[in-house]
């Protein structure tokens, strides 16, 4: 089980000690079920800077899983972003399928048990979707959806979440993506392996403020629109042409109507009028087009730089460099 964290100090105790731990201690048999899994944690510190790692160590969670060899916690140096988060979770995840989910409560541990029965019967990739969009960020959730569709997602689900189940094939083809800009959900529908899905009902906090706002939602869904499609190059390519081929023939019908004709319709055309319209509306187009094609620049800079991914503050780390990790 893959969970991220960042400034989850003030819920991550009840979290990871409330239902996600019962749901672990369940699936391995330990509260009278049949003993069939082998549940490893990792989590994921996206550097937090509350008390999150210190509060994360005394939680019974932590301190049963490390006496089995079965909890890494990774601590990034800084700040890198969830998407990131989730990355190094999945990598460092050793485990024949891979749960990802988030600590702050929302998402409901109970879940995992029909995940897991999907994944048993065959399912490579089974995604959680809500029942009811209860965020108050309803309109940038509607509008990452259609820019996701738009990027040429046309598969994406509107309402699903990375709360999901990967198989182990998934996770090791995953973890071949180096781009730096990523949208786990994206990356993971564009391997292309079959999907199921099941419908859960979200929650309340457990504590604290989703990190999540509106203009980092935005923000992801930009980058997500840019790294993942062509559309945007495509669609000014062709809508150029199209307001080129416009512009020629009203240009031959202005010619001819104002100054062959001698302007039978009355129109009265304004040749400086009409020219400072056309250079005005083919400038805005030229800077429109030549921002669309600075951010796909900027995401050629930042690959081509080649930086890594994440940087692990080993200090803070535990269990990551078990098994050739």
Do not use: C
Not at 119 to 141: I, P, Q
Not at 235 to 250: E, M, N, Q, R
Not at 286 to 309: G, W
């Amino acid at each position: 089980m893959v969970v991220p964290m960042f400034n989850e100090g003030s819920g991550i105790r009840k979290f990871l000690d409330g239902e996600l731990f019962e749901e672990i201690r369940r699936l391995e048999g330990a509260t009278g079920g049949e003993a069939r899994y082998e549940i490893e944690t990792v989590l994921v510190d996206d550097g937090s800077t509350d008390k999150t790692i210190e509060r994360v160590r005394s939680t019974e969670l932590f301190r049963e899983r490390e006496k089995k060899g079965l909890v890494r916690l990774v601590a990034f140096s800084k700040n890198f972003g969830k998407e990131v988060a989730l990355a190094a979770g999945i990598r460092y995840a050793t485990g024949e399928a891979v749960v990802m989910i988030d600590a702050d409560g929302q998402h409901p541990a109970e879940a995992i048990s029909e995940m897991i029965k999907r994944w048993e019967k065959g399912a490579k990739v089974v995604t959680a979707v809500r029942k009811h969009n209860r965020t108050k960020h309803r309109v940038g959730s509607w509008m990452f959806y259609k820019m996701m569709k738009m990027a040429g997602n046309k598969e994406i689900v509107e309402g699903a979440m990375d709360f999901r189940l990967i198989d182990r094939e998934v996770a090791e083809e995953y973890n071949k993506f180096t781009e730096h800009n990523r949208i786990t959900r994206g990356l993971i529908n564009w391997l292309g392996y079959p999907q199921e899905f099941i419908k859960v009902e979200i929650k309340g906090r457990e504590a604290g403020r989703g990190t999540y706002d509106f203009p980092k939602l935005m923000r992801l869904a930009g980058d997500s629109f840019v790294s993942m499609s062509r559309t945007p190059l495509v669609f000014f390519g062709v809508l150029g042409l199209i307001i080129t081929s416009f512009s020629l023939l009203l240009g031959l019908f202005i010619l001819i109507q104002q100054y062959i004709l001698r302007d039978p319709l009355g129109l009265d055309w304004s040749g400086a009028v009409a020219m400072s319209v056309f250079i005005s509306f083919l400038v805005g187009l030229v800077m429109i087009s030549q921002s669309i094609t600075a951010l796909y620049i900027s995401q050629i800079h930042i690959e081509a730089k080649n930086r890594p991914l994440y940087v692990v503050d080993r200090e803070k780390s535990e269990g990551i460099y078990e098994k050739g990790r």
